[in-house]
């Protein structure tokens, strides 16, 4: 009851609820990419910090991550609410479905309302579990090969990835 949907002109079309203040960020999404049918913006806790501090996720580190995620790239600070905010996502919508929008939150979308919200549910776990391991003292990365593994993996379940295109 608290999610609404909009058309591509941001006229809301159902749901009780009004619409969104970054309905831009949606929109803006959706219209570069047709295959989206659904957006998730929010702040995550442990996503957020990563968003906060600025710090990259890393990659190769747990294999789910890498095989179903990808690469999660950090879009630039701009004031949330306006086009020059929902503009800071557009590099980077061709390579992911999940975005972190600096010192703000995240952005995650797919093809259904539960794949959005999903991955960013994948995401807050991967970052705790990050934020968990930095308190161990370190994080083990997976190597070169094993990297390329699981890309091949990848590749298998009919998920592309430009990063297999780089592996030795």
Known sequence: EDICAV??????????????????????????RPDIKAVVHCHPPHATAFAVAGEAIPQCVLPEVEVFMGEIPIAPYETPG???????????????????LRNHGTVSFGKDLQDAYWKTEILDAYCSILLLCTQLGRINLLDRRQQTELLEVKEKFGLHDDRLACAP
């Open 82 to 100: 306006g086009q020059k905010f929902a503009d800071t996502v557009i590099p980077f919508l061709e390579a992911t479905n999940t975005i972190i």
């Open 7 to 32: 058309d591509l002109d941001g006229n809301q079309i159902a749901g009780n609820k009004k619409r969104t203040s970054e309905i831009l960020l949606h929109l803006t999404i959706m219209k570069h």
